[in-house]
């Protein structure tokens, strides 16, 4: 005899406690991310450096990490846009909903992990 017993998923809706630590997080984040532009966008030129390739670097390094500061801050934009329109949570390529544990570590994900890792693979 086969059971035939139906497999339940975890509710997947994110209950308003979670969208609301959710925001705060992406809300601290941004102010995170805005206030990391503002530093590397007032960051002094080191004042008698010798070697002209230090400065470059040191100038590469900062071009690098204000591109992805800006790269994050607008996933987090993103992310507070899609809780806004009640988007939040659902995985862009597949629908389903994200994890509350993958929210929890990257409130800003627009994948899920499966998706995610496909995407990753493709690369």
Not at 14 to 36: C, G, H, I, T, V
Not at 68 to 91: I, Q
């Amino acid at each position: 005899m086969v059971n035939h017993q139906t497999i339940v998923d975890r509710d997947p809706l994110l209950s308003p406690e979670d969208l609301a630590a959710l925001q705060e997080s992406l809300r601290e984040q941004r102010l995170f991310r805005e206030e990391q532009l503002r530093r590397l966008a007032t960051a002094p030129a080191p004042a008698g450096e010798p070697i002209r390739r230090l400065s470059a670097a040191r100038t590469e390094v900062r071009v690098r990490l204000a591109a992805s500061a800006r790269m994050v801050l607008a996933d987090v934009e993103a992310a507070l846009d899609r809780m806004a329109e009640g988007r939040y949570g659902r995985c862009h390529l597949c629908r389903r909903p994200i994890d509350r544990e993958r929210l929890a570590i990257v409130p800003q994900a627009r994948y899920c992990a499966r998706c995610q890792q496909v995407r990753e693979a493709g690369r």
